[in-house]
């Protein structure tokens, strides 16, 4: 058995329990197969190059009057040589970009620049910048011990003159329209609150209010004497249906119920607020501050169980809505008062689907948009009359991200995210890669690492299936595949993939499944029911054998699967379970999973290998590795213990695996021709 890889690092650190014969036959021919092409270390160099490329980083802080807050960071070249990744350190730096000049900020409290960013920002006319800096734990693997602070302070963009604010163990902030600083902070963990007022200099005005409360201001910009003050208050606790106080200026404390509420804005001194209060649809209210009963409040928005909000801000008289829909989110402009002729007037001014987008400072002009998705972060800034702005970003990756619907074989509208290479035309022969889960009402997202980035270099095409049994349309949509429904998981799978060769950008046999855990048995299932459409699966400690095992009889995977002894669902399993399927020719097929697993038996992957290994087609791969997998079920402290195992580069090397199989299946031409950065 080959496991020169494993045995330096992960098995060197932790002996292993007394090795399964299976396990050891599996390794010994996956190691075999995977060795014929010589391509595993490059393909692992590669990624391990790619990895540290992605963890290093450049994004926009803040943006105002022409100046823009850069953060960079970049990982420590000994974190390749470290398995814990609770030690894993990164630096960091802040620049100011000026009229083309970009100049490095001085960050506060010592020379040791691998401290964390707590917050920065701009003051409204560009001249200074608020910094803070987390300090850095005594012992990283015990953050139970560790009570953040920050060290905050104020500096002078022109001389690079820095002024000490304090050390706060909880603070926020705020620049008024006159460049003065509004500070909340506490001394003690659990001690009362104090906002503070700075001037430009960073010489304190003195405090301004003490509350026992978490108490922050909001500043509302006006002119440079009549900025208003919206009072944010919270009582000490850890609730997340906590009851909050909220004030404008010196107006009377508006006590809400309780639930879960966020800013969204000012009108006319009104109150604009989204909360849950009263269950769900969420809700967009605006509360008259001197007259604040609920039967006075007035909703501006709702959102449905399919389309929840994630975030509403109201920029002038627009609000700025982002939803989470189909598995990526939407970002909308509706008018605040709707044009009775035109009442749904929505647009889309950043175009989508996006991963996420968030809006900073939508009280000020203009506000700073972010938005996420597989390309990397775009930056815009939004004027008062709702032009953006984008701000450079560099290092983005080039991708086409997109979100389409597959019909199912009831008619159900499957949604998929996929991405692709610019410039990749539907010619009809592009290999493509679907992930699925499918189950238990997790929703999936779309992700790009490494192994996505060399994957769309090949000329392929990586999708997310968002099939029934998640919860990317509500409750509904995970309920209607369920037991005697589960089929429905993977027809919904099944017509993604069809819809991809309908469409033109593939055709049968060049289709990869993977999944891991219930996403395991979602791409087993699938290569059973349709070995001619799916050329390679890959399953990641995933759930094989529907019928066997006192597992099925539990209240978890029961009441999601079925019960063997109730005889409708005992008929769904048998015809769904993968052990029980002899697809004919197999696809390639590669089962992985840890040495251990809290979650899903070994014995799954095991009983898989042996039913498919003998069948025509394959190969039917088992790749047992030395570490614990779904170690994230796991208590806190063994969780810690099972994920510092491993190396980067081991982990590395297992997806290089991944991506080995399906350059052989589909006949792909692979060179390692990327530069170490």
């Known amino acids: 058995m080959n496991v020169a890889w494993f045995t330096l690092s992960a098995l060197a650190q932790d002996p292993a329990p007394e090795a399964d014969p299976r396990a050891e036959a599996g390794n010994a021919e996956t190691d075999a197969w995977m060795a014929e092409s010589g391509r595993i270390g490059p393909l692992t160099d590669a990624l391990t190059r790619l990895r540290i490329e992605r963890q290093s980083g450049q994004n926009v802080v803040d943006h105002r009057a022409g100046a823009t807050l850069w953060a960079l960071r970049e990982p420590d070249p000994a974190n390749a040589d470290q398995p814990d990744f609770r030690l894993w350190k990164s630096h960091t730096t802040l620049s100011l ?82 460049g003065t600083l509004w500070l909340t902070h506490r001394d003690r963990r659990h001690g009362p609150s104090t906002v503070e007022r700075y001037d430009r200099a960073g010489a304190s005005l003195g405090a301004v209010r003490r509350d026992r409360r978490w108490v922050r201001p909001v500043v509302v910009p006006g002119t440079e004497d009549a900025d208003s003050l919206m009072w944010w208050s919270s009582p000490r606790t850890r609730r997340k249906r906590s009851r909050f106080r909220v004030r404008l200026d010196d107006g009377p404390w508006v006590r809400l119920p309780r639930g879960r509420w966020s800013w969204v804005g000012l009108v006319d001194g009104d109150l604009v607020l989204l909360t849950d209060r009263g269950g769900t649809p969420h809700r967009v209210v605006r509360i008259d501050p001197a007259d604040p009963a609920r039967q006075r409040w007035e909703t501006l928005l709702t959102d449905t169980e399919i389309e929840p909000f994630r975030d509403v801000s109201l920029h002038g008289d627009t609000l700025l809505v982002t939803q989470a829909v189909d598995g990526v989110s939407r970002f909308t402009e509706r008018p605040l008062v709707p044009d009775p002729a035109e009442p749904a007037a929505v647009s889309e001014p950043l175009g989508g689907p996006h991963q996420f987008v968030s809006v900073w400072r939508s009280l000020a002009d203009p506000a700073l948009v972010t938005t996420g998705g597989p390309e990397g972060l775009r930056s815009f800034t939004r004027a008062l009359d709702g032009t953006y702005t984008e701000l450079e970003a560099p290092n983005r990756t080039p991708v086409v991200f ?276």
């Open 402 to 677: 997109t979100s389409s619907l597959a019909i199912s074989a009831d008619g159900a509208k499957v949604p998929v995210s996929w991405a692709h290479a610019p410039g990749l035309e539907p010619t009809g022969d592009a290999p493509v890669w679907l992930r699925a889960y499918g189950g238990f009402g997790h929703s999936s997202n779309l992700w790009i690492g490494p192994v996505e980035i060399l994957w769309l270099e090949l000329g392929g095409i990586v999708g997310t299936v968002h099939a029934r049994g998640g919860q990317e349309r509500g409750a509904v949509w995970h309920d209607q595949a369920t037991q005697e429904n589960l089929g429905r998981t993977f027809e919904d799978v099944i017509a993604a993939a069809e819809w991809f060769v309908d469409e033109g950008w593939t055709r049968p046999g060049r289709l990869a499944i993977s999944g891991a855990s219930n996403g395991g048995l979602t791409a087993m299932a699938c290569v059973a029911e349709r070995p001619d459409l799916f050329g390679a699966g890959i399953s990641q400690s995933g759930v094989h054998d529907l019928l066997g095992g006192k597992e099925m009889e539990g209240g978890w995977w029961g009441g999601e699967y079925g019960r063997p002894g109730n005889a409708d669902q005992r008929a769904v399993m048998e015809r769904y379970s993968p052990v029980a399927r002899r697809p004919d020719p197999v696809p390639a097929v590669l089962l992985a999973t840890g040495r251990e697993d809290p979650t899903v038996p070994l014995e799954h992957s095991y009983r898989l290998k042996e039913a498919w290994g003998g069948l025509p087609g394959g190969p039917v791969l088992l790749r047992v590795y030395p570490w614990t997998s779904h170690a994230h079920h796991l208590p806190r402290k063994k969780r810690d213990a099972a994920w510092s195992e491993v190396l980067p580069v081991d982990r590395d090397r297992a997806s290089a695996e991944e991506l080995e199989l399906l350059i052989r299946v589909f006949g792909l031409d692979w060179e390692p021709d990327r530069e170490a950065p």
């Open 97 to 178: 970009e000026r009229e083309g000049t970009l100049v490095e900020l001085p960050l506060p409290a010592g020379s040791d620049d691998t401290w964390r960013l707590c917050s920065s920002a701009l003051s409204p006319d560009g001249s200074h910048a608020l910094v803070a800096r987390s300090d850095p734990p005594e012992d990283p693997t015990r953050p139970e011990k560790h009570h953040a602070v920050c060290h905050v302070a104020l500096v002078d963009l022109e001389s690079l003159g820095t002024v000490e604010l304090g050390v706060f163990p909880r603070f926020s902030s705020a620049f008024g329209s006159d």
